[in-house]
């Protein structure tokens, strides 16, 4: 149990175009996802969080016009990067609350913008 | 400032022995704390949880302690074997549903 699944592992795009990332909880479901980007030997740092059914809550310095999230069902959860630059490229990686204490992590979404 | 401080980038070890890793805090109340592998290329796998009020908890090899006075946790790999070698992180939970991450230990388990 307790399966998150990210689509699509990797893209690359041009600059400028909008890229969207899903995020599923497989065999649960979710009320609350987090998204998280991981820069090459780096932590996990927090983007937002995503509630199912109202707006995503964004960590201090994360654009929110820049980074779009809906969670339109408990079970998905989608991040778009909008107008994407070069320094967004980035490994980006969603997470589902599973029994209340528990983040399991989907495998990533590699994002290399040219 | 917040701090979550994992003692080595990266810890080589002999297969067969115990990979003992650290993670220390600072300024944080954390409700519980929980250790992650993870691959190249990949997402955190969750591998155990400690809750304030718990001294150890134990998977299989893998023991953790949590120490809130010293606001310390150890995970203990025991007979550890190559198939153990990842970066493994430890996140913080405090009121809220956030998790905090340290940097992480790259683990080597040398055959």
């Known amino acids: 149990g307790a399966v998150v699944s990210q689509h699509p592992s990797w893209v690359i795009c041009k600059s400028g175009t909008s890229v969207k990332i899903e995020c599923r909880s497989l065999?649960?479901?979710?009320?609350?996802m987090f998204w998280y980007r991981q820069f090459p030997k780096q932590s996990l740092m927090l983007m937002a969080t995503?509630?199912?059914?109202?707006?995503?809550?964004?960590e201090q310095g994360v654009e929110k016009d820049k980074f779009l999230i809906n969670h339109a069902s408990l079970t998905l959860s989608t991040l778009t990067v909008t107008s994407a630059h070069p320094e967004d490229s980035s490994f980006y990686i969603c997470?589902?609350?599973?029994?209340?204490?528990?983040?399991?992590f989907g495998p990533g979404t590699r994002l290399l913008v040219l | 400032s917040q701090k979550i401080e994992q003692n080595s980038e990266a810890l080589n070890i002999q297969e067969g022995k115990t990979a003992t890793l650290t993670c220390n805090y600072t300024?944080?109340?954390?409700?519980?704390l929980q250790w992650y592998r993870q691959d190249p290329g990949r997402g955190p796998v969750f591998l155990l949880l400690?809750?304030?009020?718990?001294k150890e908890k134990r998977k299989e090899r893998l023991k953790v302690t949590f120490d809130t006075t010293l606001k310390q946790s150890l995970f203990h790999i025991t007979a550890s074997q190559p198939a153990d070698s990842a970066t493994y992180l430890c996140?913080?939970?405090?009121?809220?549903?956030?998790?905090?991450f340290g940097t992480g230990t790259r683990l080597t388990v040398i055959p």
């Open positions: 996140a913080l939970k405090t009121g809220a549903n956030n998790l905090f």
């Open positions: 997470s589902a609350h599973y029994q209340q204490e528990t983040q399991y």
């Open positions: 065999d649960f479901q979710a009320t609350t």
């Open positions: 995503s509630n199912e059914g109202s707006k995503a809550t964004y």
């Open positions: 300024n944080y109340s954390p409700a519980y």
């Open positions: 400690i809750r304030e009020n718990e």
